[in-house]
């Protein structure tokens, strides 16, 4: 069936460093793919999102680029800040915009130091 | 933006007892509401899908006559955890979508804890 990875967790940056928390998926046909961030207590936020492929979401100096070729939906920044401390999710749907269900990934923590 | 309404936000309850989790979809309309059960440092897992007007489909596993879903119009959903025990303590989260929406919007969470 239909399915994420993500790189194990936790992450621990500095301030200013480079983020990458990487991300594939398993699916059939033509998934869209997103990045949600979840802070402590809290529900879901959508960060950013790609629903073809070489498209490239992006928000909040985040950015992922959908690579069908190699099934991947990695997320960078380029200069993290402590307030970006909170824990991301890769997901997939395979019917957007019509009810299906989300995908999720396990997760990644990641915690960014002064 | 859309926003989701999801109430309590935090719940301690007695074993035995039901729970009630409110999730109302405040400025559009969500044909489908998502219910999510989260561990600690753990991934969301979907419990059950409902539309409007039908009954919840519910993932393999999950028991459908101790988690009750309602979702009786286009803004309202809810989740009952009928005789509620320990082992149901955990964080649940509800997601609404639309054709509107373009999109899944996320509830704040409710934290159960049955002791």
């Known amino acids: 069936g239909d399915s994420v990875t993500q790189m194990e967790g936790p992450v621990t940056l500095s301030e200013e460093a480079f983020l990458t928390i990487n991300c594939t998926y398993t699916a059939t046909g033509y998934p869209s793919l997103f990045w949600y961030v979840q802070y402590p207590g809290e529900g879901l936020q959508l960060l950013l999102k790609?629903?073809?492929?070489?498209d490239k979401g992006s928000n909040k100096g985040f950015e992922a680029t959908y690579r069908k070729e190699t099934t991947s939906f990695h997320l960078e920044k380029g200069s993290v800040q402590v307030s970006d401390s909170a824990v991301y999710f890769c997901a997939l749907t395979k019917i957007y915009n019509q009810g299906g269900k989300l995908i999720f990934g396990q997760g990644t923590e990641l915690s960014v130091k002064p | 933006g859309a926003v989701v309404s999801q109430h309590p936000s935090r719940v301690i309850c007695k074993s035995g007892t039901s729970v009630k989790i409110e999730c109302r979809s405040l400025d559009f309309q969500a044909t489908t509401m998502f219910w999510y059960r989260q561990f600690p440092k753990k991934s969301l897992m979907l419990m059950a899908t409902?539309?409007?007007?039908?009954?919840?489909?519910?993932e393999q596993g999950v028991e459908k006559d101790k988690f009750l879903i309602n979702h009786a119009s286009l803004t309202l959903s809810t989740l009952t955890v009928t005789s509620a025990h320990p082992e149901d303590s955990s964080f649940y989260i509800c997601s609404a979508s639309s054709a509107d929406n373009y999109g899944y919007t996320f509830g704040s969470g409710t934290r159960l804890t049955v002791v």
């Open positions: 790609a629903t073809k492929a070489d």
């Open positions: 409902s539309n409007e007007g039908s009954k919840a489909t519910y």
